[in-house]
């Protein structure tokens, strides 16, 4: 598959709402890229270790040994120079596993976001009906595809749950992962989603890899959701009643919709433009070695500098 074809066919893959943006990434050659090499690349990246403290001291990350960080910047990189997705809005940033570079075809990341919609209950814990939920879900996905095909973009479907939706209410921690379909595909992308509620906002952590990785995935994030913390006067706990928001949705809307619809199913998120990368490593094992467009060559790069 040759570079115009591979363009032509993330352009179908990624369906944005604003078509300027898939234009641009279309047409953006990037020339200091493109004579990059892929150890090149990673070398110019500044994977960090340990505690990380999040942009604006929101958050902090107590990386384990084998995880990595990567800054808002180099997360912008990884995203539209190595992986071609159009520019979007603003992360706090990428977790990556460290022992597997961001350019092999079995490489993923968890995309940081944080929305401030406000204090979330979480009242309804225990009696949301996840079952009905998902087919709620299913049913909102093929509603959309209609228009998605006017626009000449294959159909999505929601399979299933990859992981049913858990809630630990001793951190107020929302967890669930997806199953997702391309119409036309042969692979199934997994969806993993990770909420952590604070005291005026969600942080959010969504991963995307493809379904055959999804016992390691697993293990993984649940390594994330324990590393992941608010730091002190922005957790849970810290909530004002009297002069803090409270958020207008509950749990079953952040998976279902509310924070979720803005990431989550249609790709207006990072992380489900991510799920397009999966799905064309998946769909195209045959010319993995041309699906990085702006590299001459990939190989494995160790990411301890």
Known sequence: MDISMLKKFLAALLCLSVNASMAHAANDTRPAAQQMTAEQFIAALDFQKGKITLPGGLATLDLPANFRYLSPSDTERVLVDAWGNPPNAPTLGMVVPAAISPLEADGWGVIVTYEKGGHVKDDDADSIQYDALLKDMQQAV?????????????????????????????????????ELGIDGMDGHSLNYNVRVLGREGVLNLNAVAGMNQIVAIKTEMKQVTAFTEFTD????????????????????????????????????????????????????????????RFFGRKSKVNLDK
């Open 142 to 178: 093929l509603d959309n595809n209609s228009e998605r095909k006017k626009q000449g973009y294959p159909g999505m479907r929601l399979v299933g749950w990859a992981e049913p939706p858990g809630y630990a209410k001793s951190t107020h921690k929302l967890y669930w992962a997806k």
């Open 233 to 292: 006067g922005h957790r849970y706990a810290d909530f004002d009643g009297s002069t803090d928001k409270v958020a207008e949705y509950g749990l079953a809307a952040l998976v279902a919709g509310g924070v979720a619809s803005k990431l989550g199913l249609f790709g207006k998120l990072l992380a489900l433009l991510l799920a397009f990368k999966k799905i064309i490593f998946i769909g195209l094992a045959a010319a993995a070695a041309g699906i990085f």
